[in-house]
């Protein structure tokens, strides 16, 4: 009688010890799924608020006259981050030799792949005979930028 006794408060230690230990290491498992969670949006907030040095502009080579018109460009957009850019708008300004804007255009490049580049033909212009460009919007839902 005794030693069933024994034997039966021993099974119960041991089922307190595994119930314990089995809640342990899903607490450490919880843990370890917050942190990540916690270290993936500091990274994302990095990547917002330096969003121009990972998603970039650059113009190809073009032709000009000297009276006035581009011809031959393009733009291609670089997203350099592990997050897909849903939409980017780059505005493209003709200038005058004067340096004065002739005319400005719009842009858009959509679903932008992680670490993929993008390229849009532009249509020649009669005028201008040198361009600026700059990224004027970035929207992706991935890094919450609406």
Known sequence: MKSIKQLLILVAVIA?????FQGWKAHEKEEAFKERERLEKEHIAEI??????YVRAERSSYQYSNLGGIYGLSISVHNKTEY????VVVKVSYLKPSGDTWKEKYVDFYLIDPYKVIEN??????RGVRI??????????????F
């Open 48 to 53: 917002r608020r330096n969003i121009t040095s």
């Open 121 to 126: 033909r532009v249509a020649d212009e009669q």
């Open 84 to 87: 897909p850019i849903d939409k």
């Open 16 to 20: 307190v010890i595994l119930i314990a």
């Open 132 to 145: 600026e460009y700059e990224i004027v919007s970035i929207k992706s839902k991935a890094l919450e930028l």
